[in-house]
């Protein structure tokens, strides 16, 4: 009987380990950098506040992986921008004042930057 076991778990273990599993799309929406001077950046920070640790910094027109979580941080609602719904309703919600959206740098460090220099895709 125990053999019989060892053999269906070796062979399960096989299936699952030589299986085509589906890649996984993609979690982040792309997004532009937007709506500051073309001398200026925009400060990726590590927490959704302007006192908050920069860890990046973004140029005009440049590219930015937004994760799909924004924030308002005076009422401390986090809501999705990923989902449904047109580039301007998405960016209707997020250039709101004190919204802040999470988003992934070109070194895959996660940060935040004000929802309204970011035009999504």
Known sequence: M????HVMLALAATLVATSN?????SAFTAGTITAIAPDDAL?????????SRIIDAYALNESISLT????????????RIDGFGSVEWKYAK????????????????????????????
Do not use: H
């Open 68 to 79: 799909g979580r924004c924030k308002n941080i005076v009422t401390n609602v986090s809501f």
């Open 43 to 51: 400060n990726i920070r590590k927490w959704p506040a302007a006192y």
């Open 94 to 121: 997020m250039k709101k004042a004190y919204v802040w959206c999470q988003v992934m740098t070109d070194d895959a460090e996660l940060g935040w930057a004000r929802g309204k220099y970011i035009w999504p895709e």
């Open 21 to 25: 599993a589906p890649t996984m799309a």
């Open 2 to 5: 125990k053999t019989t076991v």
